[in-house]
C-alpha cells in the first residue's frame, strides 16, 4: 500500500461508542487528523468528535514554542528576537521538566541558529499558508497548513518544520504527501519537492512525489478514513506505534485506561 498503509472498512470491527449524527459529521479532515486515525480511530472520535483534550506534555509544549519561533524568523526578524519569543513562549506553559529544558536550551543555541543561517538564499512564497481542497468523490475538505513554502534554485519546496526527538522518514512521511497534493491542487505547479527540515540534528531531506502516487494516497489512505468515519467506525488500538501509555486521552478510553493500570 501507499506510505505502508492501506486501510479496509473490513478491517476495523464495530466498535461500544454510537456513531455520531450527521449534523456532528464533520466537512472537513484536517491532514494530522487523518494520522491521528490511522494511529487509533478511538483517540480521533475522543478528540475530534467529542471535543475531549488532555494535558500537553513538555516534549509537546517544547515543540509548539520552536514553532512560534521559527515563525518569527519567517517572518523576517532578527535570531534574539525569535530566540526571545521561544523563552516567552516556554515561560507561558509553566512547565518544570529537565530533559525540556536541555532541549530549549539546545534550541536556543543550536536549532534556531542553524535554521537561520540554513534558509538563507531561498525565497519565500508562503508560510504558514492553510489549503482546503474537496476530496474526489467524496462531500469532504481536506485541511492542512504549510509550514513553508518556499523558492529555491527555480524550484518550489514544500517544507515541513520538526523538531521531536523521532527522526522522520521522509520517503514515507504521510504529512508531506497530503500537503504537497494541498498544494498541487491549488496551483498550477505539479513539480514541487517535498522537504522536512528536522531542527533537531539540523538536517533537511528533500524528496520527490508524482501525481500518480499522490492520486493513490488520497485514494488508498484518506477516502477509506474518511468513509469509516463516516460510517462511525472508531475501534480503539492499543498496538498503535507508542501504544496507549503516550495518549494523552487514555484516561477517557476504556481500553486506554487499562493499558495504563
Known amino acids: 500500500?501507499?506510505?505502508?498503509?492501506?486501510?479496509?472498512?473490513?478491517?476495523?470491527?464495530?466498535?461500544?461508542?454510537?456513531?455520531?449524527?450527521?449534523?456532528?459529521?464533520?466537512?472537513?479532515?484536517?491532514v494530522t487528523a487523518v494520522q491521528t486515525y490511522l494511529a487509533c480511530p478511538r483517540r480521533y472520535r475522543l478528540q475530534y468528535i467529542d471535543g475531549l483534550h488532555g494535558?500537553?506534555?513538555?516534549?509537546?509544549?517544547?515543540?509548539?514554542?520552536?514553532?512560534?519561533?521559527?515563525?518569527v524568523l519567517h517572518a523576517g526578524a532578527p535570531l534574539d528576537d525569535a530566540v526571545a519569543t521561544l523563552r516567552a513562549q516556554w515561560a507561558s506553559h509553566r512547565i518544570d521538566d529537565p530533559v525540556a529544558l536541555e532541549d530549549l536550551l539546545a534550541a536556543e543555541r543550536e536549532w534556531l541558529p542553524w535554521y537561520d543561517q540554513w534558509r538563507?538564499?531561498?525565497?519565500d512564497i508562503a508560510v504558514e499558508e492553510g489549503f482546503s481542497v474537496p476530496l474526489p468523490g467524496l462531500d469532504w475538505h481536506l485541511v492542512g497548513h504549510i509550514d513553508r513554502i518556499y523558492l529555491q534554485d527555480g524550484r518550489i519546496v514544500i517544507s515541513d518544520i520538526k523538531s521531536g526527538r523521532t527522526r522522520p522518514d521522509v520517503r514515507r512521511d504521510l504529512q508531506l504527501s497530503l500537503y504537497s497534493w494541498l498544494f498541487r491542487q491549488s496551483s498550477d505547479q505539479q513539480d514541487d519537492?517535498?522537504?522536512?527540515?528536522?531542527?533537531?540534528?539540523?538536517?533537511a531531506v528533500r524528496t520527490a512525489r508524482t501525481d500518480d502516487y499522490l492520486e493513490r494516497v488520497i485514494e488508498q489512505v484518506v477516502a477509506p478514513v474518511v468513509e469509516a468515519i463516516d460510517a462511525g467506525i472508531f475501534p480503539a488500538n492499543p498496538d498503535s506505534r507508542y501504544g496507549c501509555g503516550y495518549c494523552d486521552l487514555s484516561q477517557y478510553c476504556t481500553i486506554g485506561g487499562e493499558s495504563n493500570e
Open 120 to 123: 538563507q538564499g531561498q525565497r
Open 55 to 71: 494535558q500537553t506534555s513538555p516534549a509537546a509544549a517544547l515543540g509548539t514554542c520552536v514553532h512560534r519561533a521559527v515563525e
Open 1 to 30: 500500500g501507499v506510505c505502508g498503509m492501506r486501510l479496509s472498512l473490513v478491517d476495523l470491527p464495530a466498535h461500544d461508542i454510537p456513531a455520531p449524527s450527521a449534523n456532528q459529521s464533520p466537512a472537513s479532515i484536517r
Open 193 to 203: 519537492y517535498q522537504e522536512v527540515v528536522h531542527l533537531r540534528t539540523r538536517k
